[in-house]
């Protein structure tokens, strides 16, 4: 894989990273009533496209042979692995409290809250016993993440089919938000879970793993500044 193809595979994920946090912020100054969590939603974003900027340093790194980048060189930060599985235990974390913030059942609220309490502590404790953080991904965070996520949006839609709110589903912050994680996860975990025993010489599999992050992410994030865009339009969705 030469230095193009990660070029190629990353800058427009980027850009369209960047056009979904400025489409956040354009949400946050046209809409009159959104929530806490909807405003921590679009810091998120922002906290996103940060994390994937730094993330660049590796490759950058590896195809500039280090001369940049000698300070990381024959050391544990050589590969960004450790940003990517602290990142993805925040990540994830994030968007189960942002489901739970919407749940109007405060025993629910208790339950899935304490869930990704344990979930949290658990996958701590997991990356600093097993050596993983700077070798690979964690399967724990992503299996047992993804599987948290989606409970909590089952639970949201449920309490959703119960309320007035459906009549304006399209008005839904929440909704966008939902469908874009949850099959950016569910697409990208398997990839991401195979990328610990794959080399980068197998060819097949890395433009196989460049191709689906492209489009899965693509898709998130046109989902994302799609639903900003629409929630824009209607002063009160609640």
């Known amino acids: 894989m030469e230095f193009s193809d990660v070029l190629w595979a990353t800058i427009p994920i980027l850009i369209l990273e960047y056009i979904a946090a400025i489409a956040g912020i354009f949400f946050l100054k046209n809409s009159s009533n959104y929530t806490n969590w909807d405003k921590y939603f679009v810091w998120y974003l922002w906290l996103t496209c940060f994390v994937e900027t730094i993330g660049l340093y590796s490759p950058l790194a590896y195809y500039t042979d280090y001369?940049?980048?000698s300070f990381v060189r024959d050391t544990s930060?050589?590969?960004n692995y450790w940003l990517y599985n602290a990142f993805t235990l925040v990540s994830i974390s994030?968007?189960?409290l942002y489901f739970i913030s919407y749940l109007k059942s405060i025993n629910k609220r208790k339950v899935l809250t304490a869930l990704i309490f344990v979930y949290m502590i658990y996958s701590i404790g997991h990356l600093l016993m097993s050596g993983v953080f700077f070798k690979g991904y964690s399967q724990v965070i992503l299996f047992s993440g993804v599987l948290l996520l989606i409970i909590n949006v089952i639970f949201y839609y449920f309490e959703l089919l119960?309320?007035?709110q459906i009549m304006n589903v399209k008005y839904l912050l929440p909704i966008y938000v939902s469908v874009g994680a949850l099959l950016f996860y569910i697409c990208v975990t398997p990839i991401l879970f195979l990328s610990n025993y794959f080399s980068t010489e197998n060819s097949l599999f890395v433009n196989l793993r460049?191709?689906?992050m492209l489009y899965a992410n693509i898709f998130l994030y046109s989902t994302y500044t799609f639903g900003f865009l629409?929630?824009?339009k209607k002063r009160k969705y609640f």
């Open 67 to 69: 001369a940049y980048f």
């Open 230 to 232: 629409i929630c824009s």
């Open 94 to 96: 994030f968007y189960c």
């Open 162 to 164: 119960r309320s007035d």
């Open 77 to 79: 930060f050589i590969s």
């Open 210 to 212: 460049i191709n689906v």
